[in-house]
């Protein structure tokens, strides 16, 4: 079947649809033209947003290296707190140091000053002579004599005469051996050491008749 439609109807029908057409048209470009003003808005904003993300960045970044330098600012015035702390300390014991040295001269001092204030016999030097009571007896007990302390000069190295009667080493039970000991003195502070000198020892006889022994010689 088919359906007759007059002309005028069909003039009309077709301006309709041209006149839709048209609308669509301008519909599209409405659209269109929103959408470009949408996107261009968006791309507006998200190029703002970037712009305040790289200053605030920025700022971060600065931020952080203001506190990177602070730290190693406060690092290094701490360094140079205990070099300065080490320096004063140093300080301080080289003074103790000094001031004990003051103390001990002085102590040294006033010591010679005490042995020249004295009697001659507070200090007593060579040449001496001790006297060894009943040696028969401390040679039967092996025993060992110490004469009293003296000294090899005045404000010199303090010493002792020191007798085995009995020997000592290879030398025991058939010998007498001698030593000349070294005694801490109040002077040691004011004299070279180690010690070198010469030292002579007699061994007198008390008996009449008897021979005195050779001198006995050391060095040191």
């Given amino acids: 079947g088919h359906v007759n439609i007059k002309m005028e109807d069909a003039s009309q029908l077709l301006e309709a649809v041209l006149s839709a057409e048209g609308k669509c048209d301008e519909l599209e470009l409405s659209l269109r033209s929103q959408r ?6 968006k791309d507006e904003q998200l190029a703002a947003l970037k712009e305040r993300s790289g200053k605030l960045q920025l700022k971060v970044d600065s931020m952080l290296a203001r506190l990177t330098r602070g730290e190693e600012e406060l690092e290094e015035l ?3 707190q205990s070099r300065e702390a080490e320096t004063v300390e140093v300080a301080i014991m080289t003074e103790k140091e000094k001031l004990q040295e003051i103390h001990r001269s002085y102590d040294r001092l006033q010591t010679v000053v005490e042995f020249r204030s004295g009697p001659e016999s507070a200090m007593p030097v060579p040449p001496l002579t001790f006297t060894l009571t009943d040696f028969d007896k401390m040679r039967q007990k092996d025993e060992i004599w110490s004469s009293p302390p003296f000294y090899t000069h005045l404000y010199g ?11 000592t080493a290879h030398g025991k039970g058939t010998h007498i051996s001698v030593f000349i000991a070294l005694l801490p003195g ?7 050491w180690p010690y070198s000198g010469e030292i002579t020892v007699h061994l007198l006889s008390q008996k009449k008749g008897l021979k005195s022994h050779l001198p006995y ?3 040191h």
Avoid at 36 to 41: A, F, I, P, T, V
Avoid at 157 to 167: P, W
Avoid at 186 to 192: H, S, T
Wanted: aromatic share 14%; no cysteine; proline share 0%.
């Fill in 36 to 41: 470009d003003e949408y996107l261009r808005k």
């Fill in 78 to 80: 701490k360094r140079e």
């Fill in 157 to 167: 190295y303090k010493m002792s005469l020191q007798i085995y009667t009995n020997g």
């Fill in 186 to 192: 109040e002077f040691d502070d004011l004299l070279m």
């Fill in 217 to 219: 010689h050391s060095s």
